[in-house]
């Protein structure tokens, strides 16, 4: 067994062990299995990455068998791995061994320990077959499978039927998006003969122009990028999925999983560089996820929600970069959102942890003394996500407004324009965030007050990890690594002078955004609550998330059962098709009961129906033949 | 109309109105008169052709049916004892208990 | 004339008339007697196989020129109806175990044998009527239910008439060719003459009338209902395959031709549909039997649209599948203290649970007369259509077969009755007894014979 | 032993057992159980043999044991294996003995009937599968209704006569036009070849007009059509479903809808290939609704058995589609899906017969949170339900996707004999089936407690082993299908060519008219 | 004129037989008494006898009234002067309800036989009456080419005898209750 095929295998072979025989053979067994692998799978990456490294970075592919042959065709389950797969495999296995680790310690108490490492593994496993997957095909699979394994785990606490319902909610999104992926595979498919995708990308850069229309299967995969980066019209599920355990957020929500359409877009770029259309597209809907997640952020209460609208945001910002055609510095704000997006749940985590469970913003506060080390790696993260320099955050954000306002692929002011309000909208909510919760006065009850606690070494050792990572990500410039395969767009030379005036208008607004929230909610936060009120309207269209949720009820789901039920089910079946049939039925039944009726048991009857019958067969024989 | 084409019609004719007979008489006795009035008119019709045709096989077949006629009657007779003792009628009208 | 072709040739029906001195001269002996049914059987069991043997030997000869033939399809087709007589007589043993019966049953039988080797209408009408005389008062024999006689009597008038209506064709038949052979008719078929038409659909309608076509059929139900089963059995299997054969001779091998083709599509295929119709509502097996033996008479006509030569054929086999698992019906049926009783369907309800022999034998007679594979009545109606179709008569073909479709329902709901009700609380039969079932055997032995090779006897008839 | 003997054996095992059955005395339930299993066991093992000695490299039968039958028809008695059948007969041995054992507890009354049901129709699906002359094939292929016609009618629900005689009457109606049809086929054939056969590989080579296959192929797609079943004759499924006892349900939803397929696929459109052209895209196009249409009724149904069976509706357009696609993929995509719809489909009913028997409702609503009270029941009836909806490493996935891509394939073809938009729609039954499912499942597994007649036990060890068996087939499909693939891939070849070729007489087009009117 | 009338009698003489048989036929329809109706079909026969014998086959006239009116007359005639009596269904009609419809079905009957006569009978049977055949050739006829027959119907006749007993024994069975 290769390399390759070891990184992905390991993972697997956690989750049947755990699921398996988890719960007989205790905890010790579950953690060790749970942590370990993935582990170990870190270093397999490792190792790889430095022999990748060793071979001038040539790419390093690997047969784990033939899934199936047809005729000519064959689908094998293939694995690759390139720079940008090396990027991706790192921040999967080692984000994620980290947030296995800390798992340990805030699942402790859990009765469904086991059960709870077997999906982590399981996604693990999904995922990296996603990334390191060579053809479509594998990719698919791990596509799906993360999402199988994300719906797992945001039910995991099945007995509440609304985290049951978020799953299920999840899982569907997903399928819509996949439906998507789906048909844009068979449209390669069907006009290249292949789903391998160095092949792929070599066809459309090729002399000869493929026989699809590379926008057509941009747009496709882009909406099964939008179903599982959460993208508008998809994004409603990821909020929702906050139900599952804050770890799994950290994972799967923010750090891997969701960066699945970012890389697949980046994966597939062969393509997109000759689909103008669909970049357009692409940066557009960005945009206007990471502005619409931002201003919903803004307004709410519950901390992993506000993270979860700021992920939505932040996976705004990586799909106008792939808009611009800037994928690298996508993959770099992958890279630098993974370690401060998962700090930053894993430390919401911390203080759901310390709080007992609760949730709600508004009923925290002044928490920063009674948990530094929560505090100061949240705050780090939340730093970096406002684009603080020299943080990681500060970075890749840059170089997306940068390219978003001078790329030849589709930069513009007005998007520049977007990007940059939306940052620091970023910045405000961020430090409304940490400022609700870790200054002002404690508004929490004397109970929970009573409760708090730092949590275990366990879980704060890999906060402080993930905050130095944070801190420091940024300055391995992940787009310069990957350039060699994904170059960078060509800046519109008119643009260059304003560098530096981009460079230092992100700083500014990130130092507006922190004074804003500070101005705001400083002291009882009663700036802010006269905002709330003088703007009520405002306040409640965005707290409730601008009714989409509510839309697609009433527009998709509520007229899906209407028709189901009354045309199909009503109409259809019962009265058209089964009435049909019973009428039939019921029809025979009154021609015999007619037919019956005939037989009067009268003799002159009968005979008379022999005369008849002779008179009628005389006079049909009349016919010449 | 020649002889041979009167008595066919003839014969015709008896056969209909045997069989008109079963069908309009109430008296089973009557009835069962009237199929031998249809014997006769298949009698007649197969002695005029063989006497036209001067062949004896008609007129075997015709002495054939007068013995199963006969024996029809036998039959018959006995039968019809057996519905009057239970009805005390001859009126086949009242003989429709099977029926539907 | 020679003797002994005479004796060789008429075997078969010799055995049977000496079957018939014999009970004679044992009922003059001793009123009472047991013996009967053995010696039926037993004569009928060696006519039987004397016929076998005949067919088996490839004997053919006519020992009264233009009268009388046997060929071996012929003595087959005598052979088969002779074996589907011994379950009869085994099963009638419930109900007759002495008198009248077996004498009669013989002289029918014999009836039924001159038919397979008539020549001429004279032959040919005697063995009707020695078919027909002894069946009207088998209908009312033991004379267990009042409407015995009203049903014998009905019978017996409509089938005055049909014999009546044949002998007219004859007549006109003999007066248009000079003939009273069979093969007139042949000739008859292919003429265009009114008179020859004339003759020829008065010897349909007096068939049609004999096997209950539509519009003939009014006795059928009737007198089916009010028989005792044994009687019933006979007349639904026995008289209706006399008749077909009876047919079969007279059509011959001459291909049917419009008018009288539409005549011979549309009346069965009436037939056909209001048998299977009028059967759903009927509360007892033997009038469930007498509306579908109705539709079978349909099926059976059908076959005389299929080319010439493979009429006989395909009247006769599918007079074998038709007979045997109509019999098994018959035999299965578990007795009972009141005749009417006996077959109503309300009592079969939950047959399985008291009688599952019987109840697994009437379902399979069943589903085999409604033509579901792998059932014998399948293989016959498969012949039919098939050579219904190779004639040229697709459309007739597919009518028929949706026609039949509408017998299906009745057939399942009797199986439904006896498997999926819960039992009658008073149905009141009687426990399964040997003789009955030993017929019932003998029925299931042959209609898997006929279902495994149907080829054995295909390629003999 | 030779694999044609070894075939036999295969397939005239359940008549022993039935015959073994039958002479058993009364009572002796247990034993009846215990036969039974054997058999079926015994059978899938050697069975097992036949998979294993099958070359996939032999175009042709293999295993063939060939006897005269009626000559004078020119019937035979053909059996043998093929890349068409060669899956489903596994699929049916392997069904075999999860049936049995599954009814052990669910069926107490009149069990020596039932066992003697389960072998006949276990006898009668096999030979319609290995039946290679048209004559046989419509003889097994009508005596399946009768067990089946008796397992819903004897063992079944409260509206069992109903559903029973629906099923049978809606079924026999096909049935008997495919009769005609089948002895007007074998008539031409005769007529038009001087070749007095019924077995397949000679029906091919009947040379029809093309007028007399659109009729032919439309009586032989309406039989196979209401089998499948394809919207709008599909009624009759949900009932013959919902009535039916688990064993039946497993026995309709694992191997009887397959034979609808299996028909299309080995007789309706390589016997009438220039009439199967013309229609491809009506066929697709139903093919299409069938899977929508099913799907939204299945996401309205309140009874457990009907939403699997509306499932198994939606499930079956795609096998097809896959069929219309006359494609390589297709077909094999179709040929993998019909065998997932049968380890699935029999898998959720078995389950679903698992938590009939007690809590003794199928009304959906009464039930809630079983994740918390059946750990281990749920967790199969998760992986069932992913699997249902296609979830990659399952054979849905396999089946689903390679039908898909199939269907991409024709559509994109020059001559585009699927329209693109037909095969576009057909995604979307991912998401509706994802849909109906996951909120079934959720309905059903999670949420607060709600157990009819509860407490109730867990799966004892007797049902978990049928399920762990059933789910690795799936996972094997899903997995590593190619093996069973290869097997199947010269089948899938020769289907495409066969329905490729012009086998209308070009010369005789106008002379040979066969008669097709009413009356003549 | 007379030998005209003499030469023409026998023409003459069948005409009138011939319609004396069709008068008493249709009096079957319309006389009330069955005894009446018997009487009638007695005439029919006898009149039709004599026809038979004008068409010079004189053992058929012969038998159809020795044999024909005399025994199955005198069946009948004992059956009515039995029956008659006990039927207590005197004074309701004596025509079924299908009266009208019978009369109809009547006359198309006999015109649609009729009409295959009419044009079709073969120019060389009309009329032409051929050689007149006597018993003997007759009796030469039956006891040789239609020995079979003979046979036949003796069998059909004990089976007559059989089945006319067995019914009369049910009779007897039925008044023992």
């Known amino acids: 067994m290769g390399a390759l095929t070891l990184i992905v295998v390991l993972p697997l072979l956690g989750f049947l062990a755990n699921g398996l025989l988890g719960n007989r053979l205790g905890k010790g067994f579950v953690t060790a299995v749970g942590c370990g692998l993935p582990a170990i799978a870190f270093a397999v990456t490792v190792k790889t990455v430095l022999a990748l490294h060793g071979a001038n970075w040539a790419p390093i592919s690997e047969t784990a068998y033939v899934w199936t042959m047809v005729g000519q065709d064959s689908f094998e389950v293939a694995f690759w791995f390139d720079r940008l797969t090396a990027v991706m495999a790192l921040i999967v296995t080692g984000v994620g061994t980290l947030i296995h680790v800390y798992s340990t310690g805030y699942m402790h108490e859990d009765k469904s320990y086991a059960r709870y490492f077997a999906y982590l593994n399981l996604f693990l496993f999904f995922m990296l077959s996603l990334v390191l997957g060579r053809s479509l095909l594998v990719l698919f699979v791990g596509w799906e499978g993360v999402g199988l394994a994300s719906y797992l785990l945001i039910g995991f606490w099945f007995g509440d039927v609304e985290k049951a319902a978020a799953g299920k909610k999840a899982f569907i999104a997903n399928r819509i998006g996949d439906a998507g992926f789906l048909l844009g595979m068979f449209v390669l498919y069907s006009a290249l003969g292949t789903l391998d995708m160095p092949r792929i990308n070599a066809a459309f850069n090729g002399p000869l122009v493929p026989a699809a229309s590379a926008s057509l299967v941009g747009i496709l995969l882009f909406i099964g990028a939008t179903g599982k980066s959460a993208q508008i019209p998809l994004y409603v599920w990821l909020p929702d999925a906050m139900a599952g355990p804050t770890p799994v957020s950290a994972l799967i929500h923010a750090a891997t999983m969701v960066t699945a359409g970012v890389y697949l877009v980046a994966r597939m770029s062969g393509i997109y560089l000759h689909a103008p259309e669909a970049s357009s597209v692409i940066a557009a809907v960005g945009a206007l996820t990471a502005l619409m997640a931002a201003t919903i952020a803004i307004a709410q209460d519950d901390i992993k929600k506000v993270l979860a609208y700021s992920t939505v945001s932040q996976l705004g910002f990586m799909f106008v970069a792939l808009g611009v055609g800037a994928y690298g510095v996508a993959v770099f704000h992958v890279y630098t959102h993974a370690f401060f997006k998962a700090c930053l749940f894993l430390g919401a985590g911390s203080v759901i942890h310390a709080m007992s469970g609760e949730q709600d913003i508004q009923k925290m506060g002044g928490l920063a003394r009674k948990i530094p080390v929560t505090f100061a790696t949240f705050a780090v993260a939340t730093a970096a996500i406002a684009g603080i320099p020299p943080l990681a955050g500060f970075f890749s954000k840059d170089e997306i407004l940068w390219y978003a306002l001078t790329s030849e692929r589709g930069g513009s002011v007005l998007l520049f324009a977007v990007m940059a309000f939306t940052a620091l909208l970023t910045a405000f909510y961020m430090f409304r965030l940490l400022w609700l919760t870790f200054f002002g006065k404690p508004r929490m009850g004397q109970e929970i007050a009573h409760h708090i606690h730092e949590s275990p070494p366990s879980m704060t050792v890999v906060l402080a990890i993930l905050a130095v990572a944070s801190a420091v990500g940024g300055f391995f410039s992940i787009p310069h690594f990957l350039e060699p395969m994904l170059p960078m767009p060509v800046s519109a030379e008119s643009m260059h002078h304003w560098h530096y005036w981009v460079l230092g208008g992100s700083i500014a607004i990130a130092v507006a955004g922190l004074a804003g929230a500070a101005w705001f909610f400083a002291g009882d936060a009663s700036r802010a609550g006269a905002v709330k009120a003088a703007f009520a309207g405002a306040y409640r269209v965005l707290s409730n998330k601008y009714y989409v949720d509510e839309l697609y009820a009433a527009v998709i789901a509520r007229p899906l059962l209407w028709i189901s039920d009354r045309v199909f089910l009503r109409l259809g079946d019962r009265l058209l098709l089964d009435g049909t049939l019973n009428g039939l039925a019921a029809l025979a039944q009154r021609a015999a009961g007619r037919l019956a009726r005939v037989q009067t048991g009268s003799l002159h009857k009968y005979a008379f129906m022999v005369l008849a019958g002779m008179v009628a067969s005389l006079v049909w024989m009349w016919r010449h033949g | 109309m020649d002889k041979v084409q009167m008595l066919q019609v003839l014969a015709a004719s008896l056969f209909a109105l045997g069989l008109t007979g079963v069908i309009i008489r109430r008296n089973v006795l009557v009835m069962l008169m009237c199929m031998e009035l249809m014997l006769n008119g298949v009698n007649l019709s197969l002695v005029t052709f063989a006497h036209t045709m001067g062949s004896a096989v008609g007129a075997v077949l015709v002495f054939l049916i007068f013995v199963v006629a006969t024996a029809e009657i036998a039959i018959a007779i006995p039968v019809v004892l057996l519905l009057v003792r239970r009805k005390r009628s001859l009126d086949i009208e009242t003989y429709t208990d099977l029926k539907g | 004339m020679n003797f002994t072709a005479v004796s060789v040739a008429m075997a078969p029906e010799h055995l049977l008339l000496a079957g018939i001195v014999a009970l004679l001269v044992l009922e003059i002996a001793s009123a009472r007697s047991r013996a009967a049914l053995p010696i039926a059987v037993i004569f009928v069991g060696a006519a039987a196989v004397a016929a076998a043997l005949l067919g088996a030997s490839g004997w053919t000869g006519s020992p009264f020129p233009g009268q009388f033939v046997l060929t071996p399809p012929a003595a087959f087709a005598k052979a088969l109806v002779l074996a589907l007589a011994v379950p009869v007589l085994l099963f009638s043993r419930e109900d007759f175990g002495e008198g009248d019966f077996y004498p009669l049953l013989l002289a029918s039988l014999y009836g039924v044998c001159l038919l397979a080797s008539a020549q001429s209408f004279l032959t040919l009408f005697l063995g009707i009527e020695l078919m027909s005389i002894p069946v009207y008062v088998l209908v009312l024999l033991g004379y267990r239910r009042p409407e015995s006689a009203e049903a014998a009597l009905k019978y017996l008038v409509l089938s005055g008439t049909a014999s009546a209506s044949f002998l007219m064709g004859a007549s006109l038949l003999y007066g248009s060719t000079g003939s009273l052979g069979l093969a007139s008719f042949g000739g008859a078929l292919a003429s265009t003459d009114l008179l020859a038409r004339t003759a020829v659909v008065m010897v349909v309608s007096a068939f049609f009338l004999k096997a209950a076509i539509v519009p003939f059929h009014g006795w059928a139900p009737d007198a089916y209902e009010a028989a005792s089963v044994p009687s019933t059995a006979y007349m639904a299997v026995l008289v209706k395959a006399g008749v077909l054969i009876a047919a079969a001779r007279v059509f011959g091998t001459a291909p049917v031709a419009e008018p009288l083709a539409g005549l011979i599509a549309i009346l069965p295929i009436a037939s056909i549909v209001w048998g299977n119709l009028t059967a759903m509502r009927q509360p007892g097996l033997r009038r469930m039997i007498a509306y579908s033996s109705i539709a079978h008479a349909g099926y059976l006509f059908l076959a005389f649209l299929g080319d010439g030569p493979g009429r006989f054929q395909a009247v006769v086999f599918y007079l074998a599948t038709y007979g045997v698992m109509n019999l098994l019906a018959f035999a299965a049926l578990p007795a009972h203290d009141d005749d009417v009783e006996r077959d109503r369907l309300e009592n079969l309800k939950g047959l399985f649970h008291t009688h599952p022999f019987a109840a697994l034998a009437i379902g399979m007679a069943m589903l085999s007369l409604a033509g579901i594979p792998p059932f014998p009545g399948f293989v016959g109606k498969f012949l039919i259509f098939r050579n219904v179709i190779a004639a040229g008569y697709t459309g007739w073909a597919v009518i028929g077969l949706v026609g039949s479709y509408l017998g299906i329902y009745f057939y399942l709901r009797l199986i439904q009755f006896m498997f999926m009700s819960p039992a009658a609380a008073k149905a009141g039969h009687a426990p399964s007894r040997g003789v009955a079932m030993g017929a019932s055997l003998l029925c299931l032995a042959g209609s898997v014979a006929v279902a495994v090779a149907p080829g054995l006897l295909l390629s003999r008839l | ?520 | 004129m007379i030998r005209d009338l003499l030469a023409n009698l026998d023409t003459l003489l069948l005409w009138g037989f011939a319609g004396c048989a069709f008068v008493s036929a249709a009096l079957m329809l319309v006389l009330r008494q069955p005894m009446r109706v018997a009487m009638a079909l007695v005439s029919c026969m006898v009149f039709l006898g004599g026809v038979y014998g004008l068409l010079g086959v004189h053992f058929i006239a012969a038998f159809q009234v020795l044999i024909y009116v005399g025994a199955v007359m005198v069946f009948m005639v004992y059956a009515i002067m039995l029956l008659d009596p006990r039927d207590e269904s005197a004074g309701t009609s004596k025509y079924s309800k299908l009266y009208w419809p019978g009369l109809v079905g009547l006359t198309a009957l006999a015109e649609a036989l009729a009409v295959g006569y009419w044009n079709d009978l073969p120019h060389a049977l009309r009329g032409a009456a051929g050689e007149p055949f006597d018993i003997l050739r007759f009796s030469e006829a039956f006891l040789s080419e239609y020995w079979l027959h003979f046979e036949l119907t003796s069998v059909l006749l004990v089976a007559a005898v059989v089945a006319a007993m067995a019914v009369i024994r049910e009779n007897r069975r039925h008044e023992r209750g």
């Open chain 4, 1 to 520: 032993m030779a694999d044609s003997t070894v075939l036999s054996v295969v397939l005239y095992l359940p008549v022993a057992g039935m015959l073994a059955i039958a002479a058993l005395p009364a009572g002796r339930d247990g034993a009846v159980r215990a036969l039974t299993l054997a058999l079926m066991v015994a059978q899938f093992l050697l069975s097992l043999v036949l998979y294993a000695h099958f070359d996939p490299a032999t175009p042709g039968l293999q295993a063939a044991t060939r006897l005269p039958w009626i000559p004078a028809w020119g019937v035979s008695y053909l059996i043998g294996l093929d890349g068409y059948n060669i899956l489903l007969v596994m699929l049916t041995t392997f069904l075999g003995p999860l049936v049995t054992a599954g009814a052990f507890t669910a069926v107490t009354k009149q069990v020596k009937l039932f066992y003697a049901m389960v072998l006949l129709i276990q006898f009668a699906m096999l030979g319609t599968f290995v039946a290679q002359d048209l004559f046989l094939f419509y003889l097994f292929w009508e005596t399946m209704l009768i067990p089946m016609f008796l397992l819903i009618g004897i063992w079944g629900g409260e509206r069992r006569i109903y559903a029973t005689i629906k099923f049978f009457l809606y079924t026999a109606f096909g049935s008997i036009l495919m009769l005609a049809a089948v002895i007007y086929l074998a008539w031409s054939l005769w007529h038009t070849t001087g070749t007095a056969s019924f077995a397949f590989a000679d029906l091919y080579r009947a040379r029809l007009p093309l007028e007399t296959q659109q009729w032919l192929l439309a009586a032989f797609a309406l039989s196979f059509a209401i089998k499948v079943p394809m919207v709008p004759l599909h009624t009759w499924l949900p009932d013959a479903h919902v009535e039916a006892p688990t064993a039946g349900s497993v026995i309709l939803a694992g191997v009887l809808l397959k034979m609808g397929t299996y028909g299309f696929m080995k007789l309706g459109f390589p016997l009438f290939p220039d009439a199967t052209r013309l229609a491809v895209p009506a066929i697709s196009i139903l093919a299409v609704v069938s899977i929508v249409y099913g799907a939204c009724l299945a996401l309205v149904q309140t009874d457990i058995k009907k939403i699997i069976a509306y499932s198994s509706i939606s499930h079956l357009g795609y096998v097809m589609l896959g069929l219309a696609s006359v494609d390589l993929l297709g077909i094999q995509g179709a040929i993998v899906q019909m065998v997932s719809h049968g380890l699935v489909a029999a898998g959720l009913f078995l389950m679903v017969g698992m938590i009939y028997e007690r809590c003794h409702t199928r009304e959906l609503a009464a039930y809630g949170g079983l994740a918390k009270v059946l750990p281990v029941y749920s967790v199969f009836f998760l992986v069932l339900t992913l699997a249902s909806v296609g979830l990659p490493t399952t054979s849905g996935f396999t089946g689903e996707f390679l039908v898909l891509l199939g269907a991409f394939n024709a559509a994109w073809r020059e001559s585009a004999p699927i329209p693109v938009w037909v095969a576009g729609l057909a995604v979307s039954g991912v998401v509706l089936g994802a849909l109906y499912m996951l909120w079934f499942a959720q309905r059903f597994l999670f949420g607060a407690e709600r157990v009819p007649h509860g407490p109730v036990p867990d799966l004892d060890g007797r049902e978990r082993a049928i399920l762990v068996i059933l789910l690795a087939a799936v996972f094997w499909l899903g997995l590593a299908p190619d093996a069973a693939m290869k097997r199947t891939e010269l089948a899938a070849r020769e289907y495409q060519e066969l329905v490729a070729r012009r086998a209308v007489p070009a010369a005789t087009r106008l002379t040979v008219a066969a008669p097709t009117e009413a009356t003549r």
